[in-house]
């Protein structure tokens, strides 16, 4: 029995073959590198990380900046105060973001997948500390070779350990979007941390560990999605990390002094550095390849090999496959870029973002929504009047205190009473405040037809025009 799938091809007729179809993980020891796209690659991971961490700190007034406090259905974002009804804001934002990335993918490849992605930020951190602890990619091979010893396990406790800590951090931060993160950390330094935030923390904290510290490029080659339907957003005017392999081949090592031309052989020494860097452990020398992230790593070191060996530098670049072919310059390339699908997704993303700027500084500040509560049947009450009973969420979505007054109309002789608030005509609400109300409309009984009645609410919030008007049915029974 042949049991390889690499013997499949040399297995006779008669031999029974045996595809194996999983193929076991290698480690990857992506090699450190330093270079313009490295820079470039920190200082995003600088970016992201001071927005990440710094953001649910940040006051505004005498709340959180940004706080989505999903307990009491209310998302504050610096001065919008934003309730379950606004998701159409939030959808509109997932829209937009996906326009954006579509856009930034047709331009310039996955550039977010090299400098922003959480996966690619978290990993470069994670292989930050790995590195510190444990030395370069050549110590760490090492390290993992050899058999169980003091300094094996000391450094791999305390790699682990950095990590942990560092997990929990970002566990813990993700969770001060939801809680206030000040009374998050005051209840965590006495232990005293909810269930819910707990469990969150962890979670959170145990999901970058793992995908971090474990998991890799792994959860770009078989878990990302994007990675996949990427190539539906590229042309060939997209910019993408690329080997020229016109000038690069053929490969071959050569003495630093030694006339490639003389030798047969094109600019790659055959260095195998540009593999070794790469964080998805892929050669770029093989043809644009979906795991391939972008990260512009092999440009890099590629570039300081070309430094050493005295030729010029971009046998590895960002260009365009047009680019490439037709040795077209870099201004060119740039010409290309405002081409039919780029306008077209930059003009709907130009449009969606007016809209969503437009539509939220016109909102109405305030929200109500009224139902009938269907717990009281229709009823005679003092005075001979027919009564339903209504309640109403009164969302008040502004930073300062405000008063409300609430009408009904839409049948003869209708009446509003709003007993638990003393006076429809002055509802007052503190900032960012939403309450349930409870509304009595009563009708002289008789003066009504049996059935059902459409009547509004007209909710009004005093000093501002704006009147929003909520529908409903008065029952009158048979
Ligand atoms: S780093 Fe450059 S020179 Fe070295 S193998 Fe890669 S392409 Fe060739
Ligand atoms: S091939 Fe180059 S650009 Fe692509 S992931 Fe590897 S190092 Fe980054």
């Known amino acids: 029995m042949v049991n390889k799938a690499t013997d499949a091809a040399q297995a006779g007729p008669t031999d029974e073959v045996m595809v194996s179809l999983y193929a076991a993980h290698q480690k990857i020891y992506p090699r450190s590198v330093s270079g313009l796209f490295s820079k470039w690659r920190w200082l995003m991971v600088w970016l992201t990380q001071i927005v990440f961490y710094g953001l649910p700190w940040l006051e505004w007034g005498q709340r959180q900046a940004v706080l989505f406090d999903l307990g009491s259905r209310r998302f504050f974002i610096f001065g919008l105060v934003l309730y379950p009804q606004d998701l159409i804001y939030l959808a509109a934002i997932l829209i937009i973001s996906a326009l954006a990335l579509f856009l930034f993918t047709a331009v310039a490849g996955r550039l977010w997948c090299g400098y922003t992605c959480p996966q690619t930020v978290y990993t470069e951190i994670f292989l930050w500390i790995e590195h510190k602890i444990e030395g370069d990619r050549a110590a760490r091979m090492r390290l993992d070779e050899k058999g169980a010893g003091l300094e094996k396990f000391s450094k791999k406790s305390l790699k682990h350990l950095v990590w942990g800590l560092f997990a929990l951090w970002t566990g813990f931060t993700f969770v001060g979007y939801f809680t206030p993160i000040r009374e998050l950390l005051q209840n965590w330094a006495v232990l005293q941390m909810g269930p819910w935030e707990t469990f969150w923390v962890f979670f959170y904290a145990f999901a970058t ?194 008063s409300f007054r609430i009408r009904a109309r839409g049948v003869d002789g209708l009446r509003l009473v709003a007993r638990d608030t003393g006076d429809a005509d002055s509802i007052a609400l503190e900032p960012a405040q939403s309450k349930w109300i409870t509304l009595y409309l009563q009708v002289p009984d008789g003066n009504l037809e049996p059935g059902s009645h459409r009547v509004w609410f007209d909710v009004e919030m005093l000093g501002n025009d704006k009147v929003l008007e909520e529908k409903s049915v008065f029952l009158v029974p048979r």
């Open 209 to 402: 560990y793992g995908n971090a510290g474990f998991l890799r490029e792994q959860v770009c080659k078989y878990m990302c999605p994007y990675a996949r339907f990427q190539s539906a957003m590229f042309d060939k005017d997209t910019l993408i990390v690329t080997y020229d392999q016109e000038r690069g081949e053929p490969r071959g090592s050569r003495s630093r002094k030694a006339d490639a031309k003389s030798l047969g052989l094109g600019s790659c020494v055959d260095c195998h550095l540009c593999v070794q860097v790469c964080p998805t452990g892929i050669d770029i020398r093989k043809g644009l390849q979906y795991e391939c992230i972008g990260c512009g790593a092999c440009a890099d070191v590629c570039d300081s090999v070309m430094d050493k060996v005295g030729y010029e530098r971009g046998l590895i670049r960002y260009t365009t496959e047009n680019g490439m072919i037709n040795h077209w310059s870099r201004s060119s390339m740039l010409r290309r870029v405002l081409r039919p699908r780029v306008l077209v997704y930059a003009s709907i993303l130009a449009l969606l973002t007016a809209v969503l700027v437009v539509s939220l500084a016109l909102r109405t500040p305030f929200r109500a929504d009224v139902v009938r509560d269907r717990g009281v049947m229709s009823r005679i009450v003092e005075g001979g009047l027919l009564e339903n009973v209504y309640r109403m969420q009164l969302m008040n979505a502004t930073e300062q205190p405000q």
